[in-house]
């Protein structure tokens, strides 16, 4: 069955860059999304398709997606990005399937 | 304004029925999958299923199927999730979630408007 696979955890310092991957067989052939999920709230789509941004969402919020891997980086990282990040994906034999989740701590 | 109102918390035995629901406000409630997400306590989230409220399409991941039930009223704007016989390994945080697009066609997987969840407990 199709998986995504996640780092369970990343961490930065405020105001660097960091990239959050997920990797998966062919994901470069599939359309990613990202979600941000602060502890005891619903999560927050914050990259569909790849690398498209939702209305409200930060500039500093980006996505790759090729080979094996998708990418979610975030430029110049705040405090309250801090928070739990999944990918997600659809396979046509597994339907929808999220990765397992990374936590990013800003320190 | 987009608003998914979803019931409250539910505390059940193993074995019991329950059905959970997601009232959906400020947009066109058939023409939108609405999608079920779990996420058991401390851990990721997992996708249930999905369903088109125009016409009832519900669709399950492979590893839901059997296990739940999707439906909708769009009378009442309101989408449900249903066990008949509810399990420990059931407890967990059960959210529902509209997709981006509009349209039956659009990729159902895209989720930009979230309800607050509701959590259930499965205890003797």
């Known amino acids: 069955s199709f998986e995504l696979t996640q780092a369970p955890a990343v961490s930065v310092s405020p105001r660097q860059a960091v990239s959050i991957t997920c990797s998966g067989d062919k994901l470069g052939d599939k359309f990613v999304s990202w979600y941000q999920q602060k502890p005891g709230q619903s999560p927050v789509l914050v990259i569909h398709q790849n690398n498209k941004r939702p209305s409200g969402i930060p500039e500093r919020f980006s996505g790759a997606n090729s080979g094996n891997t998708a990418a979610l980086t975030i430029s110049e990282t705040e405090v309250t990005d801090e928070a739990d990040y999944y990918c997600q994906a659809w396979d046509s034999a597994t339907d929808v399937v999220f990765g397992g989740g990374t936590k990013l701590t800003v320190l | 304004e987009v608003q998914l109102e979803q019931s409250g918390a539910e505390l059940k035995k193993p074995g019991e029925s329950l059905k959970i629901s997601c009232k959906a406000s400020?947009?066109?409630?058939?023409?939108?999958?609405l999608a079920w997400v779990r996420q058991k306590p401390g851990k990721g989230l997992e996708w249930l299923g999905t369903i088109y409220p125009a016409d009832s399409d519900a669709r399950y991941s492979p590893s839901f199927e059997g296990q739940v039930t999707i439906s909708a009223d769009k009378s009442i704007n309101t989408a449900y999730l249903e066990w008949s016989r509810l399990k420990a390994s059931d407890t967990a945080m059960f959210y529902c979630a509209r997709t981006l697009f509009f349209g039956s066609g659009s990729h159902k997987d895209i989720l930009s408007y979230w309800g607050l969840g509701t959590l259930v407990t499965v205890s003797s």
């Open positions: 400020g947009y066109t409630f058939p023409n939108y999958w």
